[in-house]
């Protein structure tokens, strides 16, 4: 079964520092990515960044890099020099697109880690 | 360019009654998600649709939840004789239609039953 599993209900970090938020996955599809969602109090849900199954390289996008483990299955988030406004909701997500996986789409979620930065 | 866009915001309504909600997505954007979010809860998948192939409707909790997409463009969610637990908040979102293409969300719907 597809899974992932996010184990931090909450951190917290302080302003300027940098917080890893971790994310483990299951899958048995070799061919899958990882994604990395933030949701502010606001609501709106915020794309932050991407790790194929078969890059090579751990993704970064500006503050944000991904510590990709494959053996591990792991795909926690670094986010460095931490600032107040990435106090906020984080979600890891994966979706396989194997063969095996067909025409599905679909993204499993999972259920977030509450992120605060203190100053 | 423009985001996803949803309509409307905010939707209170009595229980029983039918609500529409309206996802507008990214031009170009050919997959199209709906998901529902809880309070201080994750996503919850609904319906997916790709193209011209036929959705993928297998999050739809009961048959009171339907969904259409015409023209490959804008998509509505209907909900019939809604009831209390179907307060949430109702994502819509976006993407390219390649598998690892990420998902573009627009700011939701809160639905709230009284």
């Known amino acids: 079964a597809q899974k992932i599993t996010q184990t931090q209900p909450g951190m917290f970090v302080q302003e300027k520092e940098a917080v890893t938020l971790d994310c483990t996955y299951d899958?048995?599809?070799?061919?899958?990515?990882l994604f990395w969602y933030k949701q502010p109090s606001s609501g709106e849900m915020i794309f932050l960044i991407y790790q194929g199954s078969y890059d090579e390289q751990n993704a970064t996008e500006g503050r944000y890099s991904l510590n990709f483990q494959k053996a591990r299955k792991s795909a926690n988030l670094v986010i460095s020099a931490s600032q107040l406004g990435d106090s906020a909701m984080y979600f890891c997500?994966?979706?396989?697109?194997?063969?095996?996986?067909?025409?599905?789409?679909?993204?499993?979620w999972g259920l977030g880690t509450s992120l605060a930065v203190n100053p | 360019g423009a985001g996803v866009s949803q309509s409307p915001s905010n939707k209170v309504t009595e229980k029983g009654k039918d609500v529409e909600l309206r996802c507008d997505p990214i031009?170009?954007?050919?997959?199209l998600y709906w998901y529902r979010q809880s309070l201080g809860q994750g996503l919850e998948f609904l319906i997916y649709f790709q193209g011209n192939s036929a959705p993928d409707k297998s999050g739809l909790p009961s048959d009171r939840f339907s969904a259409e997409r015409t023209g490959g463009s804008v998509s509505t969610l209907t909900i019939q004789r809604t009831q209390q637990e179907d307060s949430a908040v109702y994502l819509c979102?976006?993407?390219?239609?390649?598998?690892?293409?990420?998902?573009?969300f627009g700011d939701g719907t809160r639905l709230s039953i009284l």
């Open positions: 979102a976006s993407s390219l239609g390649g598998p690892l293409q990420p998902q573009h």
């Open positions: 997500a994966m979706r396989v697109s194997g063969e095996a996986a067909g025409n599905n789409r679909k993204l499993i």
């Open positions: 899958t048995s599809d070799q061919s899958y990515g």
């Open positions: 031009s170009g954007h050919t997959a």
